[in-house]
């Protein structure tokens, strides 16, 4: 092992360490478990400050839709929850996982990722078999057989719903799939690596309507199992699938709450303004 393999935190010993005390907020009487939460979380690329106020808690097994204009913040909010600003931009507060700040210097943040999964706006299948893509990111960094491999290809590519349209040319190039299938591939791939937590930036804007109500029953299913949030600019979309809403205006939250409540009864003006169209 490396020196810096061994001073960096691996996030697995926090997830058998399990807390749920710690992890758990009272809302109308009922409790609820978080999966994720930032606190004084603050983004500048350079010395543009990007993301000024954006402390949300997303609840677990839920989908969580960021929503607003163009610029608003809600990829750089997104992209820093499994450290992808790293490189570009000044990502500094907490990101509570688990009882652990995942933000915090020392922690591995390849391991991170496999617990907290993303998925771009175009879908970004590796120029290789559908079955590759799937076993690729899983072999390089450890064991399996043929016979586990072949079964996670399976369970994934049936929890994205590809399996039927694929199962008979698993060798045959992912590059050849449309856009749907492909965005449903990377979503498989993503879910190979067991994430707990699964960040999709727009990923239906380059679906048609059909894949992309597919998509949606795809994501509805999966919330059984992982806890998602999703950028969209579908405001059907986003009240059409998620729980909660959060509203992001000039690199704040304005307001976050239960999607049904944001969509009909929203505390603030700007957010009414912006999902009634009223926006300028
Ligand atoms: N890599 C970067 N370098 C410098 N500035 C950036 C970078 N990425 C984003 N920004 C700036 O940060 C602000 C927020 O951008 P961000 O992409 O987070 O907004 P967004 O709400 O996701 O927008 P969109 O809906 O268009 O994707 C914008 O002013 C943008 O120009």
């Given at each position: 092992m490396t020196k810096r393999s061994q001073e960096l935190k691996p996030v697995s010993e926090f997830i058998s360490d399990s807390r749920p005390e710690r992890f758990v907020y009272q809302m109308d009487g009922d409790r609820h478990e978080i999966a994720l939460s930032t606190e004084n979380l603050q983004v500048r690329y350079g010395d543009k400050l990007a993301l000024s106020e954006g402390d949300l808690s997303f609840e677990r097994y839920k989908i969580t839709s960021l929503i607003g204009a163009?610029?608003?913040g809600k990829s750089t909010f997104l992209r820093s929850l499994n450290r992808m600003n790293d490189d570009v931009a000044n990502v500094t507060g907490k990101i509570m996982y688990r009882g652990l700040?995942?933000?915090?210097?020392?922690?591995?943040v390849y391991e991170m990722r496999r617990h907290i999964g993303m998925v771009f706006q175009r879908p970004n299948p590796f120029a290789k078999s559908i079955y590759d893509n799937i076993t690729f990111p899983l072999t390089r960094r450890g064991k399996y057989t043929k016979e586990q491999l072949d079964e996670i290809v399976e369970t994934t590519l049936k929890q994205a719903a590809l399996w039927d349209q694929v199962k008979d040319e698993l060798?045959?190039?992912?590059?050849?799939?449309s856009g749907g299938q492909a965005q449903r591939l990377v979503i498989a791939r993503a879910l190979a690596l067991k994430p707990d937590i699964l960040l999709l930036d727009?990923?239906?804007?380059?679906?048609?309507p059909i894949s992309s109500a597919k998509f949606e029953d795809t994501l509805l299913e999966l919330k059984k199992y992982y806890t998602i949030i999703i950028v969209t600019h579908n405001m059907q979309q986003a009240a059409r699938i998620s729980d909660y809403t959060a509203f992001f205006h000039q690199g704040k939250v304005i307001e976050y709450d239960l999607t049904r409540k944001i969509f009909t009864?929203?505390?603030?003006k700007l957010t009414d303004d912006y999902i009634s169209g009223n926006f300028g």
């Open positions: 163009s610029g608003s700040d995942i933000n915090s210097k020392d922690i591995d060798n045959k190039s992912a590059l050849a799939l727009e990923p239906s804007s380059a679906l048609d009864r929203p505390k603030v």
